[in-house]
Nanobody, 126 residues
Framework: QVHVVESGGGSVQAGGSLRLSCGAS??????????MGWFRQAPGKEREFVAA????????YYADSVKGRFTISRDNAKNTVYLQMNSLKPEDTAVYYC?????????????????WGQGTQVTVSS
């Protein structure tokens, strides 16, 4: 059984920072996942890619809207991925989802990811 659990969401003022964590467990997940990603969905909008990282390579990918402000990292020993979010803006307000996928060919595509967490709310006030 695969579990992907996000934590670290909350409310912050514009310009502030938050760090999201994503813990993954389950033999199937550990054996098959090569990439971890963060996506977000704002009210009334479609879910969009935020950032991704390769488990073994450490290669990172970012949406243009978060480059220079967000940093994705991973701790392989703990099967945990982090998303450090700095200089937050009101438009960053969304539910943030963590996901795991087996292929690194299309890290920004939702279809890459088979395992998803329940999401954590991030609210940025102006």
């Amino acid at each position: 059984q695969v579990h992907v659990v996000e934590s670290g969401g909350g409310s912050v003022q514009a310009g502030g920072s938050l760090r999201l964590s994503c813990g993954a467990s389950g033999r199937t997940f550990i054996l098959s996942s090569n990439i971890m990603g963060w996506f977000r969905q704002a009210p009334g909008k479609e879910r969009e890619f935020v950032a991704a990282i390769g488990w073994s390579t450490g290669s990172t990918y970012y949406a243009d809207s978060v480059k220079g402000r967000f940093t994705i990292s991973r701790d392989n020993a703990k099967n945990t991925v982090y998303l450090q979010m700095n200089s937050l803006k009101p438009e960053d307000t969304a539910v943030y989802y963590c996901a795991g996928g087996s292929s690194r060919l299309a890290p920004k595509a939702e279809a890459t990811y088979a395992y998803w967490g329940q999401g954590t709310q991030v609210t940025v006030s102006s």
